[in-house]
T-cell receptor, first 112, second 110 residues
């Protein structure tokens, strides 16, 4: 069973507001992923980390999203100015290098 | 990036055996095939994975084609609890990239 903890489970924000969600990866996992999942169950990769360093991120993440994984603190994903199209399930996952990925239960963001 | 292709939906009946196909024609040599399942309001749950050989565990049997361009997840004696979206993904351990398809929604009838 996954031990990746995501908070909050649900988040409602108005357009233009900041939205921040947190993730505690499974203990000992150096790799952390963030994905956005839409209502069609399609996944969009956002960013991944190895320890505190960014490995890969997409353009959208660079411009409106910010993410970090500080040592001894939860990882976080923040949307600076929420848009209606950001409404989705945000999934955090962690793993050992090159091994099975464990997902959290997600944060359901609704932008009204 | 290598991609996976799965049928949008499949249906079965309790007690039956289900074969969930996945096509990954451009898979590279160092990519593992992983299967996850996901129910509403939850994150994906690991089912099984393999590289080249068929694998089996308490949840499912994974059959991998000899050319690795396709795989089939086989669920035996399915129950209502097996209803979920099943995702076939490729895991490249060399650069920590994961490629997702849209998944197959499996419906189980009583």
């Amino acid at each position: 069973n996954s031990k990746v903890i995501q908070t909050p489970r649900y988040l409602v924000k108005g357009q233009g507001q900041k939205a921040k969600m947190r993730c505690i990866p499974e203990k000992g996992h150096p790799v952390v992923f963030w994905y956005q999942q839409n209502k069609n169950n399609e996944f969009k990769f956002l960013i991944n980390f190895q320890n505190q360093e960014v490995l890969q991120q997409i353009d959208m993440t660079e411009k409106r999203f910010s993410a970090e994984c500080p040592s001894n603190s939860p990882c976080s994903l923040e949307i600076q100015s929420s848009e209606a199209g950001d409404s989705a399930l945000y999934l955090c996952a962690s793993s050992l290098m090159g091994r099975r990925v464990f997902f959290g239960k997600g944060t359901r963001l609704t932008v009204v | 990036d290598a991609k996976t292709t799965q049928p949008d939906s499949m249906e079965s009946t309790e007690g039956e055996t289900v074969h969930l196909p996945c096509s990954h024609a451009t898979i590279s040599g160092n990519e593992y095939i992983y299967w996850y399942r996901q129910v509403p309001l939850q994150g994906p749950e690991y089912v099984t994975h393999g590289l080249q050989q068929n694998t089996t565990n308490s949840m499912a049997f994974l059959a991998i084609a000899s050319d690795r361009k396709s795989s089939t997840l086989i669920l035996t004696h399915v129950s209502l609890r097996d209803a979920a979206v099943y995702h076939c993904i490729l895991r490249d351990g060399g650069n920590e990239k994961i490629t997702f398809g849209a998944g197959t929604k499996l419906t189980i009838k009583p």
